[in-house]
């Protein structure tokens, strides 16, 4: 059984800095690949960013330079570090794993993880 727990958000000013982090309990946690989504109220789940099992980084074009997805397998965590936030970063964070390798072209598409986790609210205020 896997599980994703998140943590981190909060109610920021803009220009602002949070760390979220995303735990992974899986039998082996080392062979998923990881992302974050972010969803507004009646909105789709928008990719943010991945991290493949291989360490490879792939990121939206609206949080490039801005924020950075990193992983540290001895935790078992994901972490993203969002800098310079802006009004439009808010949403509810999710996390979510899949198995295997993702090519960049795929990493984008939600229907391909399985596990998800319940989310961190971030709100930036202007």
């Known amino acids: 059984q896997v599980q994703l727990v998140e943590s981190g958000g909060g109610l920021v000013q803009a220009g602002d800095s949070l760390r979220l982090s995303c735990v992974l309990s899986?039998?082996?946690?080392?062979?998923?690949?990881m992302a974050w989504f972010r969803q507004i109220p009646g909105k789709d789940r928008n990719f943010v960013a991945a991290?493949?099992?291989?360490?490879?980084?792939y990121y939206s074009d609206f949080v490039k330079d801005r924020f950075i997805i990193s992983r540290d397998d001895a935790k078992n965590t994901m972490y993203l570090q969002m800098n310079n936030l802006q009004p439009e970063d808010t949403g509810d964070y999710y996390c979510?794993?899949?198995?295997?390798?993702?090519?960049?072209?795929?990493?984008?598409?939600?229907?391909?993880?399985?596990?998800w986790g319940r989310g961190t609210q971030v709100t930036v205020s202007g």
């Open positions: 899986a039998r082996t946690p080392s062979q998923y690949s």
């Open positions: 991290v493949t099992l291989g360490g490879s980084t």
């Open positions: 979510a794993a899949y198995m295997g390798l993702l090519a960049r072209v795929a990493a984008p598409n939600r229907r391909l993880y399985r596990s």
